[in-house]
């Protein structure tokens, strides 16, 4: 991928890419994917006329980040993931530091994929491990066991990545602590950069959703999300936002750009943007996406007010947190109400402060969404 000096002054941009195809839908997953495999061709020319059409609206952007992901952007092959990465490089100035990551399944993450990968300038990729237990990864849908999965990073080690994240998953049907904290240990040895821990959300339109399996309750859920932020931390990782974990100077660039309301643009069906202060989405349908009858939904104008709100919101998730000089002076309000509520949350351990920048520790990240909700209403 060709790739741009990033002193010229332009605005940074990150770029998304959704790839709308798995191979079989995992059973708890609302994300946007189908399995048909057929429009594959049609769906990359969509993508690569849409790559050329925004690149040249964007052509005052610098792009530092760029993500591909899904569904399964692997299950594409390495084939049209190369040529949608050479659009890309065609169409955009990219940042010569950029970090461009592609998700991965271990199932189709075979040596051409990384290769093709390695070739078009991706320098970070992220694995959906979900489970180190075969039998967790079969209740939840997963078509790979851990042995694939392993497999895989060591392959992509081979091909020259050194920027590897790892998924899990806790909270699943019948999972105990211990077998989660096991499945951490396992991909530790993986030696990973970054890690992504997410508890099971059952999501009612969906298979596990209607089926509704009993779940861990929530004081084991909270212990074992406890034990984990101690087990990566004595491991050398930083918890850095709610559910990621990073080593020194590997946080995920990209999605710090959503932490931060950074611009960025999702190309795609079901991919989002904010961009120059406005809101869009593409709908949900491959099909209309293809014939270009998609044209981006929901465009709004984010009102300062909403913004302030969104910011509080989207730092809370962080370990950085939200820092009341910074409120102040993007947004010119009053910060008293809400370092009123930071103060309470503090007597209970829940938020810490470092000057004025207010950050929300373990036990907060716990609650974090009565927390960021009681915040974000002080200021209304
Ligand atoms: S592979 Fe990922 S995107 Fe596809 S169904 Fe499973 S969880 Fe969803």
Known sequence: M???NAATGSKLLGLYLHIPFCVKKCAYCDFYSITDASLKADYTAALIRDIKAYGERCSGYMVDTVYIGGGTPTCLGAGYLSEILQAVGACFAIAENAEITVECNPESTDQAVLEAMHKHGVNRLSFGVQAAHDIELKRIGR???????????????????????????????????????????????????????????LEPATPMGRENPVLPDDDTQADTYLAMCRLLGRNGFEHYEISNFAKLGFRSRHNFKYWDLSDYLGLGPGAHS????????????????????????????????????EYLMVRLRTSDGAD???????????TAPYEQVFRMLEKHGLAAHEGTRWYLTEQGFLVSNSIINAVVEAGE
């Open 2 to 4: 060709r790739k741009t």
């Open 143 to 201: 078509i790979h066991d851990f042995a694939q999965a392993q497999a895989a990073v060591e392959l992509a080690r081979r091909c020259g990545f050194t920027n590897i994240s790892l998924d899990l998953m806790y909270g699943l049907p019948n999972q105990t602590q211990a077998q989660f904290l096991d499945s951490v240990t396992q991909c530790l040895t993986l030696h990973p950069q970054h890690l992504s821990c997410y508890g099971l959300k």
């Open 274 to 309: 904010f961009l120059n202060g406005r809101r869009f989405a593409f709908a949900r349908d491959i099909r209309a996406y293809i014939s270009g009858e998609s044209i981006p939904q929901d465009e709004e104008e984010v009102s300062d007010f909403r913004r302030q709100g």
């Open 324 to 334: 009341m000089h910074d409120l102040e002076n993007r947004y010119h309000v009053s």
